[in-house]
């Protein structure tokens, strides 16, 4: 009636050897996966980001630039006139609270023809002196590809103003000029 199970011993103990195995195996995998989860995180410290950008076209190029605490600048160049603009824009209301003009083609003793420029902006820690007006935490560098002119720009905010959200306008302040190429160009 009953049917003896008769296997080689080797067999049956190398089959309860390899379950064996794989349970221990299994526990241990546990084992390590609930003591990984359970170990405390580490916690870095908030790091605000800060970045700059710029873009262009045939005839505009627009970067951006840290100003003051929470305030960043638009810088736009319009590469037909040289007017270059800086527009602020006030982190409480999203408008723009000031307002800065300059033309660049006489800083860069840009010639008559077709117009090309360059356009970066950098972060900048100049003097702040004593007054309201201090300059911005960014500068603008212009370049003339032609001639190989370049100029750097800021402009002087007004910490006071921009508390109360007074609007404010002014022109660019030039800082440096200086020469980019050395040699001169064969097509020139």
Same mark, same amino acid.
């Given at each position: 009636?009953?049917?003896?199970?008769?296997?080689?011993? #080797? *067999?049956?103990?190398?089959?309860? *050897?390899?379950?064996?195995?794989?349970?221990?195996?299994?526990? *241990?995998?546990?084992?390590?996966?609930?003591?990984?989860?359970?170990?405390?995180?580490?916690?870095?410290?908030?790091?605000?980001?800060?970045?700059?950008?710029? %873009?262009? #076209?045939?005839?505009?190029?627009?970067?951006?630039?840290? +100003?003051? &605490?929470?305030? &960043?600048?638009?810088?736009? *160049?319009?590469?037909?006139?040289?007017?270059?603009?800086?527009?602020?824009?006030?982190?409480?209301?999203?408008?723009?609270?000031?307002?800065?003009?300059?033309?660049?083609? &006489?800083?860069?003793? =840009?010639?008559?023809?077709?117009?090309?420029?360059?356009?970066? =902006?950098?972060? +900048?820690?100049?003097?702040?002196?004593?007054?309201?007006?201090?300059?911005? %935490?960014?500068?603008?560098?212009?370049?003339?590809?032609?001639?190989?002119?370049?100029?750097?720009?800021?402009?002087?905010?007004?910490?006071?103003?921009?508390? =109360?959200?007074?609007?404010?306008?002014?022109?660019?302040?030039?800082?440096?000029?200086?020469?980019?190429?050395?040699?001169?160009?064969?097509?020139?």
């Amino acid at each position: 009636m009953f049917k003896r199970f008769s296997a080689a011993p #080797g *067999l049956l103990f190398g089959g309860g *050897l390899a379950l064996g195995l794989m349970a221990g195996v299994g526990m *241990l995998v546990g084992a390590m996966v609930v003591s990984w989860s359970s170990r405390p995180t580490i916690t870095l410290p908030e790091t605000p980001l800060f970045a700059t950008a710029s %873009n262009s #076209g045939d005839n505009m190029i627009m970067a951006t630039g840290d +100003i003051d &605490e929470g305030a &960043e600048g638009l810088y736009v *160049l319009d590469c037909l006139t040289g007017d270059l603009q800086c527009w602020v824009i006030d982190p409480r209301t999203g408008v723009f609270a000031g307002t800065f003009v300059h033309n660049v083609l &006489e800083d860069l003793a =840009t010639k008559e023809g077709k117009l090309s420029f360059a356009m970066v =902006t950098g972060g +900048i820690d100049a003097p702040r002196g004593g007054g309201a007006s201090r300059p911005a %935490n960014s500068a603008v560098y212009v370049a003339d590809c032609n001639s190989g002119n370049v100029a750097m720009y800021t402009i002087m905010w007004n910490r006071t103003m921009a508390a =109360t959200a007074k609007p404010q306008a002014g022109g660019l302040v030039r800082i440096a000029v200086g020469k980019g190429r050395t040699a001169l160009r064969r097509d020139q």
